[in-house]
């Protein structure tokens, strides 16, 4: 009974109160029973042989950045400095792992974590379960205590999660990736010891969550530019919340245009549609419309660099345009936004432009669920400014062939431009809106997953998706063929958008000293990079810098450099995780050199802002 006492005892500080308590009322002798029906006569033998079928087919994921030598940006020199030191000490990425994170879904008696620990040298393990017996049944068999101290002893944790939903798990995920640092997601085992819905879930889609955990980080050079780009468009234009300007004309439906494959289809009917729906071109779609001869309405922007700009301008700077509404952030290229006579212009969520207009007299609501692509943009502001019936064409999210990833009529697949050398993976499979599934890549699942969240928080939203791509959970399936547009007075609506452009106020920016914590911070920094002995303390301390600049009031830090930290820590992870320790002490004092060059540019970068 003691060796039960000692597990309860760690458990306690891992547990609910409640939960804690179901789990001391636990029956031994009924514990005993639902072992044995549960793994037969042999509990660590039937353990044991699971490993061993695991072993031969590994559910495991791998995170590594491939090196660009032509990048400006801070953090990718550093990367690419990286990976070269670890080719030329041989690290081979087909290994086994170093050091890595294991996932266990389901406790059960436990012999086969024990089993895992003893034959790869998993730092962090994270144990899912949330069935009392499964956890008594474990603290009768295995001693959790000795395997927290292994974990302990090689810089690692043990965790546990007993969620009630995939989604309450994602979240206790993403809070432990910040707590423990950006390296547990580098080299991921998924093992599930046995079958719930939630457990099935997790597993199914292991590489759409481990992709969404790393995903949109954002980094220094790219938050600076935004902030930039914010300081010079409040001086030339209205930046406001523009919450519900236009609620008075909410039934009216908006189309949505993306530039997915489904969207030719579409074009006919739209051209006909389009003298009583309102139409809102979404980035690159613009030149596709623009081509049928149909003019939008709105047209949506949001990405931040003049490339994106020059890209398009040959579209943008259409005299066709005259009288088209631009929405977009305080982030965009300022020649861009001065390119339109009338424009609605928001501060972005999680930003750091939007803190310019933190303390002025009218507090300014940013955008959320507005990235990653402008079709999550273009949801997100129609729906603020009150437009609550979208019809999404062209969102498709994932091509049903990844060489027909775009419209066959946009620049995509124009040889005389630089968008056709783009290329679109199949990493995915996910659920087809009209069909069993499409493929997709990262950033266009990512979309789906934003879309599906703003839908879900904004209940007066009627979103149709009529794409051909991938099911848009909360938005309804529907043929845009069998979608009969009514007659509106779309004319009085835009009539209505032209008088509120061109009366909208101005919103104050803060004076407030926006950076000078953060250079502090980079300093500081740079001195204990300096003084960390060896990789593992390396390692520590950019997580713990990570850490800091989540729990700190500063939210500015947090925008400007926690991005950046991670993709070093990433990196420096899938380096040392598949290097024989005894090459880590070569890989580090050159690693040391790098991140303070690293950290020395930032600086550089930031000193022309400050002044």
Same mark, same amino acid.
């Given at each position: 009974?003691?060796?039960?006492?000692?597990?309860?005892?760690?458990?306690?500080?891992?547990?609910?109160?409640?939960?804690?308590?179901?789990?001391?009322?636990?029956?031994?002798?009924?514990?005993?029973?639902?072992?044995?029906?549960?793994?037969?006569?042999? $509990?660590?033998?039937?353990?044991?042989?699971?490993?061993?079928?695991?072993?031969?087919?590994?559910?495991?994921?791998?995170?590594?950045?491939?090196?660009?030598?032509?990048?400006?940006?801070?953090?990718?020199?550093?990367?690419?400095?990286?990976?070269?030191?670890?080719?030329?000490?041989?690290?081979?990425?087909?290994?086994?792992?170093?050091?890595?994170?294991?996932?266990?879904?389901?406790?059960?008696?436990?012999?086969?974590?024990?089993?895992?620990?003893?034959?790869?040298?998993?730092?962090?393990?994270?144990?899912?379960?949330?069935?009392?017996?499964?956890?008594?049944?474990?603290?009768?068999?295995?001693?959790?205590?000795?395997?927290?101290?292994?974990?302990?002893?090689?810089?690692?944790?043990?965790?546990?999660?007993?969620?009630?939903?995939?989604?309450?798990?994602?979240?206790?995920?993403? $809070?432990?990736?910040?707590?423990?640092?950006?390296?547990?997601?580098? +080299?991921?085992?998924?093992?599930?010891?046995?079958?719930?819905? &939630?457990?099935?879930?997790?597993?199914?889609?292991?590489?759409?969550?481990?992709?969404?955990?790393?995903?949109?980080?954002?980094?220094?050079?790219?938050?600076?530019?935004?902030?930039?780009?914010? *300081?010079?468009?409040?001086?030339?234009?209205?930046?406001?919340?523009?919450?519900?300007?236009?609620?008075?004309?909410?039934?009216?439906?908006?189309?949505?245009?993306?530039?997915?494959?489904?969207?030719? #289809?579409?074009?006919?009917?739209?051209?006909?549609?389009?003298?009583?729906?309102?139409?809102?071109?979404?980035?690159?779609?613009?030149?596709?419309?623009? #081509?049928?001869?149909?003019?939008?309405?709105?047209? *949506?922007?949001?990405?931040?660099?003049?490339?994106?700009?020059?890209?398009?301008?040959?579209?943008?700077?259409?005299?066709?345009?005259?009288?088209?509404?631009?929405?977009?952030?305080?982030?965009?290229?300022?020649?861009? *936004?001065?390119?339109?006579?009338?424009?609605?212009?928001?501060? =972005?969520?999680?930003?750091?432009?939007?803190?310019?207009?933190?303390?002025?007299?009218?507090?300014? #609501?940013?955008?959320?669920?507005?990235?990653?692509?402008?079709?999550?943009?273009?949801? $997100?502001?129609?729906?603020?400014?009150?437009?609550? #019936?979208?019809?999404?064409?062209?969102?498709?999210?994932?091509?049903?062939?990844?060489?027909?990833?775009?419209?066959?009529?946009?620049?995509?697949?124009?040889?005389?431009?630089?968008?056709?050398?783009?290329?679109?993976?199949?990493?995915?499979?996910?659920?087809?809106?009209?069909?069993?599934?499409?493929?997709?890549?990262?950033?266009?699942?990512?979309?789906?997953?934003?879309?599906?969240?703003?839908?879900?928080?904004?209940?007066? &939203?009627?979103?149709?998706?009529?794409?051909?791509?991938?099911?848009?959970?909360?938005?309804?399936?529907?043929?845009?063929?069998?979608?009969?547009?009514?007659?509106?007075? =779309?004319? =009085?609506?835009?009539? +209505?958008?032209?008088?509120?452009?061109?009366?909208?106020?101005?919103?104050?920016?803060?004076? *407030?000293?926006?950076?000078?914590?953060?250079?502090?911070?980079?300093?500081?920094?740079?001195?204990?990079?300096?003084?960390?002995?060896?990789?593992?303390?390396?390692?520590?301390?950019?997580? &713990? $810098?990570?850490?800091? &600049?989540?729990?700190?009031?500063?939210?500015?830090?947090?925008?400007?450099?926690?991005?950046?930290?991670?993709?070093?820590?990433?990196?420096?992870?899938?380096?040392?995780?598949?290097?024989?320790?005894?090459?880590?002490?070569?890989?580090?004092?050159?690693?040391?050199?790098?991140?303070?060059?690293?950290?020395?540019?930032?600086?550089?970068?930031?000193?022309?802002?400050?002044?």
């Amino acid at each position: 009974m003691e060796f039960i006492n000692h597990n309860y005892g760690l458990l306690k500080q891992h547990l609910s109160h409640d939960f804690y308590r179901q789990l001391l009322c636990q029956n031994t002798n009924d514990t005993q029973v639902f072992q044995n029906n549960f793994y037969g006569s042999d $509990a660590k033998k039937s353990c044991e042989e699971q490993v061993s079928l695991f072993l031969k087919h590994p559910t495991h994921l791998r995170l590594n950045y491939v090196s660009d030598n032509a990048t400006k940006n801070a953090h990718q020199k550093c990367i690419n400095a990286l990976n070269l030191v670890a080719k030329e000490l041989g690290c081979n990425p087909n290994s086994k792992p170093q050091r890595g994170t294991l996932i266990v879904l389901g406790l059960g008696a436990g012999y086969h974590i024990h089993k895992l620990l003893s034959l790869i040298h998993y730092t962090d393990v994270i144990v899912v379960e949330s069935d009392i017996e499964q956890y008594a049944t474990a603290c009768a068999n295995i001693d959790l205590n000795s395997i927290e101290r292994e974990c302990k002893k090689r810089h690692g944790s043990l965790t546990f999660f007993n969620p009630t939903s995939y989604e309450q798990l994602i979240d206790q995920l993403r $809070a432990y990736v910040i707590k423990r640092g950006a390296h547990t997601l580098v +080299d991921i085992s998924l093992y599930r010891h046995y079958s719930t819905p &939630l457990f099935d879930q997790v597993y199914t889609e292991f590489k759409q969550w481990r992709n969404n955990l790393a995903s949109m980080w954002g980094f220094f050079e790219d938050e600076l530019l935004g902030l930039t780009h914010s *300081i010079e468009n409040s001086k030339l234009c209205a930046v406001s919340s523009h919450e519900n300007v236009f609620d008075s004309h909410s039934n009216i439906p908006v189309a949505v245009i993306g530039n997915g494959p489904s969207l030719d #289809k579409n074009l006919k009917k739209l051209r006909q549609d389009s003298a009583n729906m309102i139409i809102a071109s979404c980035g690159t779609a613009l030149g596709v419309l623009l #081509k049928e001869g149909i003019i939008p309405d709105f047209h *949506i922007e949001m990405e931040r660099t003049p490339a994106n700009y020059y890209l398009k301008e040959r579209q943008l700077t259409d005299p066709r345009l005259k009288d088209v509404v631009l929405i977009t952030l305080s982030t965009v290229f300022p020649k861009l *936004i001065n390119q339109f006579q009338h424009k609605i212009v928001f501060t =972005k969520g999680n930003d750091l432009g939007s803190e310019l207009f933190s303390n002025g007299l009218t507090a300014i #609501k940013p955008l959320f669920h507005c990235n990653p692509t402008v079709t999550n943009m273009a949801a $997100a502001a129609l729906s603020r400014i009150g437009f609550n #019936k979208l019809v999404l064409l062209g969102c498709d999210y994932g091509y049903v062939d990844p060489s027909a990833h775009h419209s066959q009529l946009s620049d995509y697949f124009n040889s005389a431009s630089d968008l056709s050398q783009a290329k679109f993976d199949a990493e995915l499979k996910v659920k087809g809106n009209f069909r069993e599934y499409v493929y997709s890549s990262r950033i266009f699942n990512e979309a789906r997953l934003a879309q599906e969240k703003l839908i879900k928080l904004t209940p007066t &939203l009627d979103v149709s998706n009529t794409s051909d791509g991938a099911l848009i959970i909360g938005a309804k399936p529907l043929d845009y063929d069998n979608i009969a547009i009514e007659a509106s007075e =779309k004319h =009085k609506v835009m009539h +209505d958008v032209f008088t509120y452009t061109q009366t909208a106020e101005r919103a104050r920016t803060s004076d *407030i000293d926006l950076l000078g914590e953060a250079i502090l911070f980079i300093k500081a920094l740079k001195n204990t990079v300096q003084s960390a002995l060896s990789i593992v303390d390396i390692l520590n301390e950019l997580n &713990l $810098a990570v850490q800091a &600049l989540y729990t700190s009031h500063n939210q500015i830090n947090k925008l400007l450099l926690s991005g950046t930290i991670k993709y070093v820590a990433a990196t420096i992870a899938s380096h040392i995780n598949h290097l024989p320790t005894n090459l880590w002490p070569q890989y580090v004092s050159k690693t040391r050199d790098y991140i303070d060059t690293m950290l020395a540019e930032v600086l550089q970068k930031l000193s022309p802002i400050v002044t």
